[in-house]
């Protein structure tokens, strides 16, 4: 079991930056591929950037150039630190651990409770 409590969301205006935070307990993140997603009003949840325990990472188009997901093992937290910001990025978004076991057939999939990113002037 994983437990995963997300923060940093906020106002911010178009332009501006914020730095999410996923603390993860229960379990160690390097067993997990970690992603951010989001979800805004009337959309289907989607992902934005995802991160392997090798290090890999993979983003949305929406995501790329803007976007930087990271982990700390140490810490056992994911970060997603977002940069240019625009009102398209106002969503909630949540963590996420993912991982499959192969020898019992078996997937694991944890969410966050999300945490509200809202860009506006």
């Known amino acids: 079991q994983v437990q995963l409590v997300e923060s940093g969301g906020g106002l911010v205006q178009p332009g501006g930056s914020l730095r999410l935070s996923c603390a993860a307990s229960?379990?160690?993140?390097?067993?997990?591929?970690m992603a951010w997603y989001r979800q805004a009003p009337g959309k289907q949840r989607e992902l934005v950037a995802s991160?392997?325990?090798?290090?890999?990472?993979y983003y949305a188009d929406s995501a790329k150039g803007r976007f930087t997901i990271s982990a700390d093992n140490a810490k056992n937290t994911v970060y997603l630190q977002m940069n240019s910001l625009k009102p398209g990025d106002t969503a909630v978004y949540y963590c996420?651990?993912?991982?499959?076991?192969?020898?019992?057939?078996?997937?694991?999939?944890?969410w966050g409770q999300g945490t509200q990113v809202t860009v506006s002037s």
């Open positions: 229960g379990s160690i993140i390097s067993a997990y591929i």
């Open positions: 991160i392997t325990s090798g290090g890999s990472t």
């Open positions: 996420n651990a993912n991982r499959f076991n192969h020898i019992i057939a078996q997937r694991y999939n944890y």
